[in-house]
């Protein structure tokens, strides 16, 4: 036999290359292993809560963290209450990034809340500062 035949052989039906199912699996169809674990979890899901939150009761500590960690969600950003000077001209603006860096030499916020507050901050500058641009060019071009 040579080895063409043996490919053929191998896959009867379908060219070497192609595909025994050229569309596809379907979209959103789930794995067999993972529709069978979620059934067992449906279950069972009620009584395997009743026994963590059972056990946390009972001095578990690792039980305990998984309960408070379902209940209440780690806390991604805070609200941030800084007062900031009005950021509608250049002199506000660094006024503001001003009042951002004491807060942050204070301990009133997080180098990361800071460095998100300044990034507003920056896009209220050059948002002002577009707005002054177009104001001179039309001023510029009343002129002529």
Do not use: C, H
Request: proline content about 6%; charged content about 25%; hydrophobic content about 45%.
């Amino acid at each position: 036999m040579n080895e063409t035949t043996k490919a053929e052989n191998l896959r009867p039906g379908w060219k070497p290359g192609q595909s025994g199912n050229p569309k596809g699996r379907p979209s959103g169809s789930r794995n067999r292993v993972t529709l069978v674990a979620l059934a067992a979890m449906e279950d069972g899901a009620e009584a395997i809560a009743r026994k963590v939150v059972d056990l946390a009761k009972e001095g578990d500590m690792s039980a305990a963290r998984l309960v408070i960690e379902r209940l209440v969600p780690v806390a991604k950003e805070r609200p941030i209450f800084l007062a900031l000077p009005d950021t509608g001209s250049a002199n506000g603006i660094a006024e503001a990034q001003n009042a951002i860096l004491q807060a942050v030499a204070a301990g009133g916020l997080l180098p990361g809340e800071a460095a998100t507050l300044a990034g507003i901050v920056e896009a209220r500058r050059k948002a002002v500062e577009t707005l002054e641009l177009e104001q001179r060019i039309t001023a510029l071009e009343s002129k002529k």
